[in-house]
């Protein structure tokens, strides 16, 4: 089977360091502009029925490797290995995502019909293979187990963003970049306090420390080119 490329996702991160990992963790936005052969606006009719979408996408930057049947999820630190099938880890046989993300509405362009969602965690430019409404009476299972995932969801750094810095941000970005900050970027197995990061978000270079619980936004500047949203 060949999977056609429907779309691409256009978002703020224009790299894959400190994209959340998983979709909903933060508001954070992205429009699906489909490709010319895909953008009957027919395709859509009723969509905005719905309040949230799954979206079937390629892990685009991920190279290709051989399999591999286990993997070393950074939630465990990076130094325990789990099976590939109980880990949602890019490095797969076949490297689709799926995620699920609110419908924000629809735009009409030049483009044909653009879907405007929010809680996205994937890099601009991604390819969307399939999108399918998301139905709470038949995908929604709150008392079903989440295993590791479940015990360290609630992992949370405290973030400090001095006032100078944080005047830089424009203030649509303001939350959203607090939420992925707060969630740590870094894999689980650096932990030295001393080494700045720099991740890349909405046309901004943010950089920042940890040191036990607490992330320090050290500068924000302007990227040379924004590869984010229009």
């Known amino acids: 089977m060949t999977l056609k490329i429907i779309a691409r996702i256009h978002t703020d991160f224009p790299e894959k360091f400190g994209v959340p990992r998983q979709s909903g963790l933060a508001d954070t936005?992205?429009?699906i502009v489909f490709e010319p052969g895909y953008r009957s606006p027919d395709?859509?009719?009723?969509i905005e029925e719905y309040s949230r979408l799954w979206i079937l996408w390629g892990f685009s930057e991920v190279?290709?490797?051989s399999f591999r049947p286990t993997v070393r999820p950074p939630r465990l630190g990076g130094n325990q290995r789990v099976g590939v099938f109980a880990t949602r880890s890019p490095f797969r046989p076949n490297p689709i995502g799926l995620s699920c993300v609110r419908m924000e509405g629809v735009e009409k362009g030049k483009e044909g019909c653009v879907l405007c969602v929010s809680g996205v965690d994937m890099t601009d430019g991604t390819p969307v293979y399939d999108i399918k409404p998301y139905l709470p009476y038949v995908d929604a299972f709150p008392d079903a187990l989440g295993g590791f995932a479940g015990r360290v969801k609630d992992y949370r750094l405290s973030v400090e963003f001095p006032g100078e810095w944080l005047e830089r941000v424009p203030e649509e970005h303001r939350e959203a970049l607090r939420e992925i900050l707060s969630q740590d970027p870094r894999p689980s197995y650096q932990d030295d306090p001393?080494?700045?990061y720099k991740m890349s978000y909405a046309g901004m270079g943010i950089c920042f420390t940890v040191s036990g619980e607490i992330l320090t936004v050290?500068?924000?500047s302007a990227l040379e080119k924004d590869g984010g949203l229009a």
């Open 43 to 46: 395709a859509l009719r009723g």
């Open 218 to 220: 050290r500068e924000v």
């Open 29 to 31: 936005k992205g429009k």
């Open 63 to 65: 190279s290709e490797e």
């Open 194 to 196: 001393r080494r700045v």
